[in-house]
């Protein structure tokens, strides 16, 4: 970085954006020059929390030398394309967002005009900016796009705390999806235990405290030990009996409860098979139970 900072505008600045931004301003990262949101309000606040930056409308916004396009995933090229279109990206500038599912294509046209583009995604959630600020030391940080425009973010970023690492743009997709399957997915899996219990007659609060200990335990394990190591249940015992009388009771209750059922314990049977310590037919007779539609 300069030793004069960059100046950054934030155009969408919700809690991410905030988050950022604070961190920005507090480590003197860059100069926090305009905030627009779509409501003139909103960006005010954002500048309060933040600690410095002017907020503006969109036909307001001056030049800047890093612009942070922090708006919902479906507008970023929208955005993007409408400031580009006023002149206010320059070639040299550089123009990023920080979308999990997206990649720097949706900036085509900062890229257009002379501007240097990437992708930037902070793993956490920004549910609260305030709180996010405070844990953000550690984060992982996915990023691609320009070596150019790289170059300064790897370094905004890490000044903040950030751990950093590239991510092919062909992949982005499936690199959001695996942080979907831990995080959103995990929480889904969560409320389909929670209703089994609620089905076997267990009250939701007496279930959400079973399920804590059990939950925590298990997460701690397989992070320290390796999913196939960590396994544990009917299907790693090769109890084929208790597999197909759960299949059935789910089929009974809820057939899409039971379909889940069987997609994952297709993929504990792989996990399974890496442990080597179970008679390879008794895992065959569980895949061919999961395949089965009837147990009985």
């Not at 300069?2 to 505008?9: D, T, V």
């Not at 905030?35 to 001056?62: D, M, P, W, Y």
């Not at 743009?169 to 089994?196: C, D, G, I, P």
């Not at 999913?227 to 057939?255: F, M, N, S, Y």
Request: hydrophobic letters at 40%; proline letters at 4%; glycine letters at 6%.
């Amino acid at each position: 970085m300069p030793s004069q900072p960059l100046s950054l505008n934030i155009v969408g600045c919700g809690k991410l954006g905030q988050t950022l931004g604070h961190l920005w301003q507090k480590n003197q990262v860059f100069r926090i020059q305009n905030i627009c949101n779509t409501h003139i309000e909103s960006a005010r606040k954002a500048c309060v929390f933040i600690g410095a930056g002017r907020a503006c409308e969109q036909e307001a916004l001056q030049t800047a030398d890093v612009w942070l396009i922090a708006t919902p995933d479906e507008q970023i090229a929208q955005a993007c394309a409408s400031i580009a279109h006023a002149n206010r990206i320059h070639s040299g500038n550089v123009v990023f967002h920080c979308s999990g599912a997206l990649t720097s294509d949706e900036l085509v046209t900062a890229q257009q005009a002379g501007a240097y583009t990437a992708s930037f995604h902070p793993i956490m959630s920004f549910a609260e900016p305030e709180q996010a600020a405070h844990d953000f030391q550690g984060t992982f940080c996915g990023y691609e796009g320009s070596s150019s425009a790289l170059k300064v973010l790897t370094l905004a970023f890490t000044r903040i705390g950030a751990q950093c690492f590239p991510v092919s743009t062909e992949h982005k997709v499936l690199y959001h999806t695996a942080a979907v399957f831990a995080s959103n997915y995990l929480t889904a899996l969560l409320e389909q235990s929670l209703r089994t219990y609620e089905k076997a007659g267990i009250p939701r609060n007496t279930a959400t405290e079973i399920l804590r200990p059990i939950m925590t335990q298990t997460l701690s394990a397989a992070l320290d030990q390796g999913t196939h190591q960590a396994l544990t249940g009917p299907i790693q015992r090769g109890d084929v009996e208790t597999v197909a009388k759960q299949i059935e009771a789910c089929q009974q209750w809820d057939p899409s409860a039971a379909d889940l059922y069987r997609i994952l314990g297709h993929l504990t049977v792989s996990l399974a098979k890496q442990r080597q310590d179970l008679d390879p037919t008794l895992l065959t007779e569980i895949s061919a139970c999961l395949n089965s539609k009837t147990t009985g």
